[in-house]
């Protein structure tokens, strides 16, 4: 089968690897119909992260299952299949306690040994406890199926960052980072009932996105300029809560420049070379909490597939640009020139 394979910085090819096959009890097949690229794999598309040569990539799918081993019960071949961007037993104590990213016999896909999601097909440890169905008739849906591969991780984690916030129903709200995941913060900052979303980005084109997500104010600024900015726009106050969607000093600097005394800061974006930003005195004198961290996205599928599904939640515009497999060194170079937000990879496109 075909599937993407770094060699190197900037060296992203497509090749030839052997057939994706059952090879525990609990594994299902699934051959993968959208898979998508995601802002984290640019730093190994960079160097900035370390990888092995040969490596697959992609940690985002869905897709049809074409195969299940003795142990699986719960889906079957034909059925249409939603994958977390970690896989997880579904059984151990972190599991229980609704962390499945921090699984005892878990993993994430493009991990060393693992199969990526920028491939023909994925082989699925724990297949029962990892993938949910959906639908068979979205199959047909091109648009709900965007929609859908959203959960996969960027609407998962977005939502994480509200959550973690403590985004509620008259809430004054910061989003730093107008990438994908700062843009499905802005829509679950929404879905919670926020009064004031502010998105805070430097990309027209995305701070356009994120007012039609239901942003009610954006800010181009940066570093304390940002900071001023957000504290006018909230008399003064700053917010009550903040999504940090970047994952770099200056970042997490800005969240912790407008959140307001008591407030709390969802920090999702991955930390990437910021771990000198955060100031303990500044959460300790204001009472501002501090939680987030890698999104626990299979249980927030069950919560979030009913409104993708019932078309109250759809994600979809994030993928502005849609390649084929064939092109997936393209959509690196696309974004990381940031001529594309989030580009979506169909196999047999």
């Known amino acids: 089968m075909r599937a993407a394979i770094i060699h190197g910085p900037y060296d992203v090819r497509v090749e030839n ?3 994706t096959r059952l090879s525990e009890p609990g594994d299902a097949v ?4 959208r898979s998508c690229v995601c802002g984290t794999d640019l730093w190994a598309y960079r160097g900035e992260s370390p990888r092995r040569p040969g490596q697959r990539l992609g940690h985002e799918f869905l897709g049809t299952v074409t195969d299940t081993g003795p142990d699986v019960t719960a889906i079957r071949p034909g059925d249409l299949v939603l994958a977390p961007f970690a896989w997880s037993d579904g059984r151990c104590a972190p599991c229980a306690d609704g962390l499945p990213t921090s699984c005892v016999n878990g993993g994430i896909w493009g991990a060393v040994g693992a199969d990526g999601a920028q491939g023909e ?7 029962d406890a990892t993938l949910v169905r959906l639908p068979s008739h979205a199959a047909s849906d091109d648009r709900l199926l965007n929609a859908l591969l959203a959960l996969s991780d960027v609407m998962g984690t977005g939502y994480h960052g509200a959550v973690s916030a ?3 129903p008259g809430a004054a709200v910061a989003v730093i980072g107008d990438g994908a995941v700062g843009l499905c913060a802005v829509l679950a900052a929404r879905m919670l009932g926020a009064e004031q979303i502010i998105a805070l980005g430097h990309h027209p084109a995305r701070l356009d996105l ?7 104010a954006v800010v181009t600024r940066r570093g304390e300029a940002a900071v001023a900015a957000v504290r006018e726009l909230t008399d003064g106050h700053g ?3 903040t999504i940090e969607a970047v994952g770099t000093r200056e970042s997490m600097r800005t969240a912790l420049g407008v959140t307001r005394p008591g407030g709390a800061i969802g920090w999702v974006g991955a930390p990437h070379g910021n771990t000198d930003a955060l100031d303990p005195m500044t959460l300790f004198l204001h009472n501002i909490s501090l939680r987030g961290g890698l999104a626990p996205t299979r249980r927030y599928i069950d919560d979030l597939l009913p409104h993708v599904l019932d078309g109250t939640l759809d994600p979809s515009p994030v993928f502005d640009t849609s390649l ?3 092109s997936v060194p393209a959509a690196y170079q696309a974004m990381d020139a940031r001529t594309a937000l989030k580009p979506l990879i169909t196999p047999g496109g």
Not at 121 to 127: D, G, K, L, M, Q
Not at 210 to 216: E, P, V
């Open 166 to 168: 403590d985004v509620r």
């Open 210 to 216: 994120a007012r039609s997500f239901g942003a009610t």
């Open 324 to 326: 084929s497999l064939e």
């Open 239 to 241: 917010t009550h809560a």
């Open 121 to 127: 097909a994925v082989r699925v440890p724990y297949a």
């Open 17 to 19: 690897v052997p057939d």
């Open 30 to 33: 699934v051959q993968v119909l």
